[in-house]
Structures are given as structure tokens and as C-alpha cells.
């Protein structure tokens, strides 16, 4: 079993940057993919970026070159700097871990881009 815990969100002007934690009660090390999705109202939940045990990285088109993933295996945490957003950046974001077969998630983050 996997426990995250998400935390770090906010609201923020657009251009503004944030950083999302996401805390996790088993070691990361051993957890095969580690991610995070975003649901904005009335919409699916889509991917925003992921990263293996190995540090391999992949990010959604819409947040190339203006977020990034990145894990501390030290402290059982995976972070997502999120730089340059947009109001279109607004959305409930999720912390996702891929763990042997099973799929985990946390409570979720609001995050609102707004002058």
C-alpha cells in the first residue's frame, strides 16, 4: 500500500511559478513510475509528466519546456516546478505512483492561474 500526499498548490498569476510536492509512505526507490495528472473542470484527467525509477522523464506537450519533474529518493518525494503558467494550467492536480500492478493517487492540489 502507498499513501501520497500532495501539497504546494495555490493560486498564482499567470507568468507566476509553483512548486508541488508529493509525499510518499513507501520508498520511491522501489516504485516503478511516479507522476503527475491534472483535471481541470468539466474536463478528463490528463497527464502532465512522469518519471521512472530510472529518472527517465516524459512531460504532455502543453507543459514542455515550462515544467519539471523530478524526484529526492532521500526524502520519498517527487516535486513538479512549474514555470511560466497559464490560466489554461488551472486545474486539480493528482499525484500518481505505479507500484508493482497497482496505481495509486493522492487527495489532490487546486491549482488556479488568475490575474
Known amino acids: 500500500q502507498v499513501q501520497l500526499v500532495e501539497s504546494g498548490g495555490g493560486l498564482v498569476q499567470p507568468g507566476g511559478s509553483l512548486r508541488l510536492s508529493c509525499a510518499s509512505s513507501?520508498?520511491?526507490?522501489?516504485?516503478?513510475?511516479m507522476g503527475w495528472y491534472r483535471q481541470a473542470p468539466g474536463k478528463q484527467r490528463e497527464l502532465v509528466a512522469t518519471?521512472?525509477?530510472?529518472?527517465?522523464?516524459n512531460y504532455a506537450d502543453s507543459v514542455k519546456g515550462r515544467f519539471t519533474i523530478s524526484r529526492d529518493n532521500a526524502k520519498n518525494t517527487v516535486y513538479l516546478q512549474m514555470n511560466s503558467l497559464k490560466p489554461e494550467d488551472t486545474a486539480v492536480y493528482y499525484c500518481?505512483?505505479?507500484?508493482?500492478?497497482?496505481?495509486?493517487w493522492g487527495q489532490g492540489t487546486q491549482v488556479t492561474v488568475s490575474s
Open positions: 518519471i521512472t525509477s530510472g529518472g527517465s522523464t
Open positions: 500518481n505512483a505505479l507500484w508493482m500492478v497497482s496505481v495509486y
Open positions: 513507501a520508498s520511491i526507490f522501489s516504485i516503478n513510475r
